[in-house]
């Protein structure tokens, strides 16, 4: 043990007399801790600006004054998709996704307003985060620092000393990785600090933590990659080429040859097709702005039978407030199969995307760390779907006032004139049905089981440079 | 000693150097995987546009089909506008997977309409897909650093240096033309895919050579780039890392920056603010006289003032004219929006001088239509259509036309 730290110290103390690996150390930190500022700072305001205007929606729903209740279904809602707090450090599909939609009745709408859609375009990878800044060069510095570690004592001479005295070609590259896992602990410092950051704003202590642990297992599995190659090959330029064109292809090209496939493999009609094919089902169910519509006969028929009365103006409650709740359950309905079918599309694509995880651990990790950070496809389908439960409760909620509270000869006379439009009314206290929007992420465990098989990739990768480094130990020669 | 034996020289010593071949097979490679995956793409939006257009027309004849006024087939009737892809597309998405390039648009405020998404799967959006301008924006260079770091360095190790400028004659363009033949080399392998996937999809000769241009530009830059750093006296590492930092800050630090700092300078209203202001004005305007919105409405189409107006019951003028007032309310804030992302584009533009990988990916994304402003364009053409359809409706409505449905053949058809 103590021949390993001393293998160890031996290395940090090479590292801080080498001014590459100072330099790019600091520089790595220094784009650290920026971006961590930058990506929090934005996060933070969108959260205070969407929280806002969450309000503001609410506020403006509630005062509005009486009226008749279906004016209300139109007159709709905005919900806002407040940023997750983890979206400090990584926010995920947040500046691909709308972040508000409007709820109205009859329909779905789309998120509106994502921020690609009216930032600079200033390139495809312009969009950086502290996330993409582990992702991307955490392992271009592990690289730089651990390239080195074995070919430097072969090429110096040393190894053949070193070996001479008794170290075994395992134990020095345990001590050599050793050095490395410190430094790569030390990097993962600044993530520390976005956790304990996000734990005031509501995060849980296991999702945090869990962060920084798949994190932990990606850098240091490319800090193996780096070893076995330091051990196998025999010149230092050599091993840092055929580094750094691993880290193009698996970080760089990959992903992007995996997007085109999953595309392929999946295809995905956009919305306004498959509104269009849901239009011909939506015809079916008939308007429910008119009650005389054919396809409510049935219903018309149930409901005298139930209260027992032969005309609709004998009934109880307002049949046109009757029909236009049946009307949008039944649409609701179709909306929500095809709603339906869209999501497992895309989830089926961004399966077939993360499938290549197994090739590329920065897939893996991206996956891993949207899932756990709450930013992923997931939990914008949750937002999708939370707001359109939303949407449901409170149509049905006025539906139901427009039954209950509004008789059925004041409903037919409302365009006759003034007075009467003024008795077709439902007081203000109705709007209450109004649910208030708090969208939240799922728990910290079902988030970490979505991250599930993320992980076990890099798990996999991770047991295989073990064995990989385990036979290049061995067999070490100077 | 002439140049022209030399380049043979050194074109001699490349076809049996196995490191430079395999990298020219890997770009040959990857470009093609590229363009391939960018025409089938492209081939996806052609199709799904097709489909749209007979669905569309389908789905306004039933719609129609019941309708008995003006103003309820201006109600019900949906129209598809949409953005073709371009004959170069293929090299470079750019915007097309951000900005919506398809409507479905009707008389009512175009606000309400004109920022929906249909957009893809946003989780593909974000990681990115393969085409040729990631290919030859980013890609490109790194294979280039990998061909040119040990320029001299290697000889140097390998104890040739020294004899082979001897030998060779002037030091600096013996170098220099080993450096460019590797570098025309991979410039072969990546536009040769572009070329032929050009042919294949009718794109203009113009574009084909306006594009290899900029790349050939942008190898050049980065072959400079790396002659000068592999002239350093350092060594095989340093060099490599001096490069890997200069690629990471070009494509990816100075981008953010620039990205960051431009939309910090030049703030838009937020898309929020747009709705709520017109779904106010829109829904305000049930309560109001109908009076006010008439006026606010003949102030931008003063025309149609003679029209005498029936207070207290449901008029479909009304109605399409308070839609049309709940636009002009909204007019400050979508022309701050409108005009605070093309700002933004100008910036951007400008910036892009400073990073060659933004020029080059800005530029590819303009010859192939794919940039903010063609995005913004198909915006405008929407609107302009929207205009087209009202002026339509307004002559039927206000010159209190018999509804006749053979009429609505007339409608305005999106061109694109």
């Known amino acids: 043990m103590k021949q390993l730290l001393l293998i160890a110290a031996s290395e940090w103390r090479y590292w801080t007399r080498s001014y590459l690996a100072l330099s790019g150390t600091v520089l790595f930190m220094v784009l650290l801790i920026v971006t961590s500022l930058l990506t929090g700072m934005h996060s933070e305001e969108q959260a205070h600006e969407r929280e806002h205007h969450q309000t503001e929606a609410e506020n403006t729903f509630l005062a509005q004054p009486d009226r008749h209740p279906h004016r209300m279904v139109h007159y709709g809602h905005y919900v806002f998709r407040s940023p997750a707090p983890l979206a400090l450090f990584d926010p995920g599909l947040d500046p691909v996704i709308g972040q508000s939609i409007f709820l109205e009745g009859h329909r779905q709408n789309s998120a509106m307003f994502a921020d690609s859609g009216s930032s600079a375009n200033v390139g495809g990878l312009s969009w950086l985060t502290p996330a993409m800044v582990y992702q991307l060069f955490g392992p271009l510095l592990v690289i730089l620092l651990g390239h080195g570690a074995i070919v430097r004592e072969r090429e110096s001479g040393t190894l053949a000393h070193l070996l001479a005295q008794g170290i075994s070609g395992r134990s020095l590259i345990v001590g050599k990785g050793l050095a490395l896992l410190c430094f790569i602990i030390l990097l993962l410092v600044p993530l520390l600090f976005s956790a304990i950051f996000s734990l005031s704003h509501g995060e849980e202590v296991l999702s945090a933590l869990s962060l920084i642990g798949v994190y932990l297992l990606y850098l240091s599995m490319w800090g193996m990659m780096t070893l076995f190659f330091s051990s196998i090959l025999q010149k230092r330029s050599t091993i840092l080429a055929t580094l750094t064109a691993l880290w193009l292809g698996l970080v760089l090209v990959l992903p992007s040859i995996a997007v085109s496939i999953a595309e392929r493999a999946v295809p995905l009609a956009g919305k306004i097709e498959t509104d269009l094919i849901m239009q011909e089902d939506i015809r079916k169910l008939g308007d429910g702005h008119k009650p005389n519509d054919p396809a409510f006969k049935q219903l018309r028929a149930n409901i005298l039978k139930q209260y027992d009365v032969e005309k609709i103006e004998d009934l109880p409650v307002n049949f046109r407030g009757i029909v236009a709740m049946n009307a949008e359950k039944n649409l609701t309905g179709v909306l929500n199969d095809y709603a339906d079918v869209r999501m497992t599309k895309e989830t089926q694509q961004a399966q077939a995307l993360s499938d290549y995880g197994w090739l590329s651990p920065k897939l893996a990790i991206a996956n891993a760390s949207r899932a756990i950070s709450g930013t992923d496809l997931e939990h914008y389908h949750r937002f999708l779907r939370e707001a359109e439960e939303l949407r449901f409760d409170f149509v049905q909620g006025l539906n139901n006032s427009h039954a209950e509270k509004l008789t059925y000869q004041d409903d037919m006379n409302r365009n006759r004139d003034d007075a009467s439009g003024l008795k077709a009314r439902v007081d203000a206290t109705s709007w209450e049905v109004l649910n208030v929007f708090d969208f939240q992420p799922a728990s910290a465990v079902d988030r970490i089981n979505n991250a599930f098989q993320s992980i076990m990739m890099l798990m996999f990768w991770f047991a295989l440079l073990i064995a990989a480094l385990l036979w290049s130990g061995r067999r070490l020669q100077p | ?416």
């Open chain 2, 1 to 416: 000693m002439n140049l022209l034996s030399a380049i043979i020289r050194e074109a001699k010593f490349m076809v049996r150097d196995r490191a430079v071949l395999v990298w020219m097979l890997v770009v040959l490679s990857l470009s093609s995987l590229a363009v391939w995956s960018g025409m089938d793409a492209v081939e996806h939006q052609r199709a799904s546009i097709e489909r749209l257009e007979t669905a569309d027309r389908e789905d306004r004849m039933i719609q129609t089909s019941h309708v008995k006024s003006w103003g309820s087939a201006a109600y019900y009737g949906f129209h598809l506008t949409y953005d073709e892809p371009s004959e170069f597309t293929f090299a470079a998405m750019g915007q097309r997977d951000l900005s919506p390039w398809k409507h479905r648009i009707r008389m009512l405020a175009l606000e309400g309409q004109i920022y929906e998404r249909d957009t893809g799967n946003p989780l593909l959006t974000l990681v990115g897909r393969l085409d040729f301008s990631f290919v030859a924006v980013f890609v490109l260079p790194f294979v280039l650093i990998m061909l040119l770091y040990d320029l001299r360095a290697g000889e140097r190790v390998a104890g040739r240096h020294d004899l082979l400028v001897v030998v060779a004659g002037r030091d600096s363009s013996f170098w220099l033309v080993r450096a460019f033949i590797r570098a025309f080399a991979i410039f072969f392998c990546l536009t040769t895919p572009l070329f032929i996937a050009g042919i294949v999809a009718g794109t203009s000769y113009t574009t084909l050579v306006f594009a290899s241009l900029f790349v050939f530009v942008y190898t050049v830059f980065w072959t400079l780039l790396c002659y000068w750093f592999a002239s350093w006296r350092l060594s095989a590492s340093v060099i490599l890392v001096a490069l890997a930092g200069a690629w990471i800050t070009l494509s990816v630090i100075v981008p953010a920056a620039g990205r960051m700092s431009i939309d910090r300078i030049v703030p838009i209203p937020s898309g929020a603010d747009i709705l709520m202001t017109q779904r106010e004005a829109v829904n305000d305007a049930w309560d109001l006289p109908k009076a006010t919105t008439m006026n606010a409405f003949w102030e931008r189409y003063p025309e149609w003032n003679e029209y005498k107006l029936i207070e207290g019951s449901f008029d479909w003028n009304w109605y399409y004219a308070f839609q049309q007032v709940g636009d002009q309310k909204t007019e400050p804030l979508t022309i701050a929006y409108r005009e605070g992302r093309l700002d933004r584009d100008r910036l951007a533009g400008m910036f892009s001088l400073l990073a060659p990988p933004i020029l080059l990916e800005r530029s590819l994304q303009a010859l192939a239509k794919t940039d903010f402003n063609a995005a913004m364009a198909y915006e405008d053409r929407v609107r302009d259509f929207h205009a087209e359809l009202r002026d339509f409706y307004y002559k039927k409505f206000f010159r209190k036309e018999a509804f006749d449905k053979k009429l609505l053949k007339d409608l305005p058809v999106f061109t694109n």
